[in-house]
């Protein structure tokens, strides 16, 4: 302020002591002040302009030229300018990673205006939902999802339950399902988030299931037995039709003893550490070992011998749990020979994979498996006809040690089959357990 005051006097001063020269000292020097004054005044207010321009629509690297008072303010103005893009570019920064983050979440993430349109969404709830992430900005959520449940959840205002929808890739034989939440947040905006529970509801219906099944496998032996236990107890019987009565509890106690042995197979499997490459065991001995005893099988059952065939195939030495892998194959050639009707064809085998690993198979000329069934086969205790698999001895737990045994040795378990047309189940090993002899 001094300095613009300085500036003042001294153009006044000036113009006031050029009048004075050049007339009568009193009249001109007052005129001549006056106009030094009005000059200077128009002078600073253009410079005045410049930086009030500059500071408007400028840029902080191209500063306008200005002195005095006025430099000293685009100085200012000019650093407050850097630090202020600073923290802007580091606040953007910041915004960035955090939208990243919410991008590679597993939740989706929906921002909805006060007319429930979307004002951002990550690709999660996109995939979860169905619309396009830059398609389909500013459009109304509701034109974007139809499903009834999701329209009344989204009117009535109550958010504190969620809502569940099927998914954008959910099919008949493939189910998908969206758990959605609505929160309102500022002045009338909804942040929406979904998550995929299919998996917990096929979690949740296994252990339904589970629970049902044991309870039912095991109730049903313990009352025949219990049964026949009373009729001994209270009956006087023959000899004959007492050890006729020995021979069914027994058979019953078989059974219970078996669900039992696969119980705590499955315990052991899921509870035990991954089994390591340090034992190589000879693939058609084990095969050879397997075929014989799926033979014993079929002659057991009583339905008919079976034509178990032992395939040619590459000699291969194979790293892993021996008892587990034996289990394993031990479980598709019996649910073969279980399933297959008396002559029938039972091919089993070794072969090399294209990556390498190795594929143990099992095919039958049985009467196949509809597709609706596939998805579900190696889940604890499912049937695809239940009357039967109890009739030949199984326990429905078979398929689920082998999908266990599979995934502890880094393999997995591929069904093929088709209503009429036979089955074919097969183990497929990853190349770093399988070695050629």
Not at 105 to 120: A, N, R
Not at 245 to 265: C, F, I, K, N, P
Not at 361 to 367: K, L, R
């Amino acid at each position: 302020m001094m300095r613009r005051l300085l500036e003042l006097l001294a153009c006044t001063l000036a113009l006031g002591a050029l009048a004075a020269a050049l007339g009568e000292p009193d009249g001109l020097a007052l005129v001549g002040s006056a106009f030094g004054a009005v000059l200077w005044f128009v002078f600073d207010s253009m410079r005045a302009r410049r930086v009030l321009d500059w500071l408007r629509h400028g840029s902080a690297s191209t500063p306008p030229v200005a002195v005095g008072v006025w430099a000293e303010v685009v100085e200012r103005a000019r650093k407050s300018f850097k630090t202020l893009n600073r923290k802007s570019r580091k606040s953007e920064a910041r915004l960035q990673e955090f939208l990243a983050a919410i991008q590679a979440s597993p939740i989706g993430v929906v921002l909805l205006d006060k007319s429930s349109s979307i004002e951002w969404s990550n690709f999660t709830a996109a995939q979860h939902l169905g619309f396009d992430t830059k398609r389909d900005l500013k459009q109304p959520i509701r034109h974007l999802v139809r499903d009834p449940a999701f329209i009344d959840y989204l009117t009535q205002n109550d958010y504190a339950a969620s809502v569940e929808i099927d998914g954008r890739d959910a099919t008949p034989g493939h189910p998908q399902r969206i758990s959605i939440n609505l929160y309102l947040y500022g002045k009338g905006r909804r942040l929406m988030l979904t998550r995929e529970v299919t998996a917990l509801e096929l979690a949740e219906a296994m252990r339904r299931d589970f629970v049902a099944n044991v309870s039912h496998e095991i109730r049903t032996p313990l009352t025949v037995v219990s049964g026949f236990i009373e009729t001994l107890l209270t009956l006087d019987l023959s000899a004959p039709e007492r050890r006729q009565y020995l021979e069914l509890m027994g058979t019953q106690a078989q059974r219970m003893q078996s669900l039992v042995s696969d119980l705590l197979t499955l315990s052991r499997l899921e509870g035990s550490p991954v089994p390591g490459v340090g034992e190589w065991i000879d693939a058609q001995a084990m095969l050879s070992q397997v075929v014989s005893e799926a033979q014993a099988l079929s002659e057991v059952l009583g339905s008919g011998p079976h034509q178990v065939l032992a395939q040619d195939g590459p000699a291969l030495q194979i790293a892993g749990a021996r008892q587990e892998l034996h289990s394993a194959m031990s479980n598709l050639v019996g649910n073969a020979v279980r399933h297959t009707p008396a002559g029938a064809q039972v091919r089993v085998g070794w072969r090399l994979a294209s990556d390498g690993g190795a594929v143990f198979y099992v095919s039958d000329d049985g009467p196949g498996i509809e597709a609706e069934h596939l998805p579900r086969l190696t889940e604890r205790f499912y049937r695809v006809d239940r009357s039967r698999s109890r009739e030949t001895g199984g326990t429905g737990l078979g398929l689920a040690i082998v999908k266990h045994v599979a995934q502890r040795h880094g393999g997995q378990v591929l069904i093929e089959s088709a209503s009429g047309q036979g089955s074919t189940f097969s183990v497929i090993l990853p190349p770093s357990r399988v070695l050629l002899s």
